[in-house]
């Protein structure tokens, strides 16, 4: 059985581990977003330079599995897509091309104007 010094010890342990998993629990994901909202910005940019027009850019998603997913999309006012997926084949990167073998639009929409 364990003595009261023993008992208080861990007590303290637990405290800490407890204290050090809620601060992880808090800080891991709003670094995670500021990561996300920094990227965002920065393709973002040289998007608009490269189009001409302003670029907006909902998020910006990721996976393991090669697809990169931009969530509302908009090129100045033209153009407009709920998501733009881009997937790269396994195939593809282990021969080393690391290139969309696949480009998929979500709701896209264009304005035209005469």
Do not use: K, Q
């Not at 204290?19 to 990561?35: D, F, V």
């Not at 490269?50 to 907006?56: D, F, K, L, Q, T």
């Not at 709920?82 to 073998?101: C, K, M, N, Y």
Request: glycine share 10%; with cysteine; proline share 4%.
């Amino acid at each position: 059985m364990l003595g009261a010094a023993a008992r208080v010890s861990a007590m303290r342990g637990s405290a800490t581990l407890f204290a050090g998993t809620a601060l992880a629990a808090l800080a891991l994901p709003a670094g995670a977003a500021a990561w996300v909202h920094a990227s965002t910005r920065a393709v973002a940019a040289p998007a608009a330079a490269a189009a001409g027009v302003p670029v907006a850019l909902g998020g910006i998603d990721a996976d393991l599995t090669g697809c990169v997913r931009l969530a509302d999309v908009s090129l100045g006012s033209l153009v407009h897509a709920d998501a733009v997926e881009a997937s790269v084949g396994l195939d593809s990167l282990l021969a080393g091309r690391f290139g969309a073998d696949e480009i998929r639009l979500e709701a896209p929409r264009v304005a035209i104007y005469v």
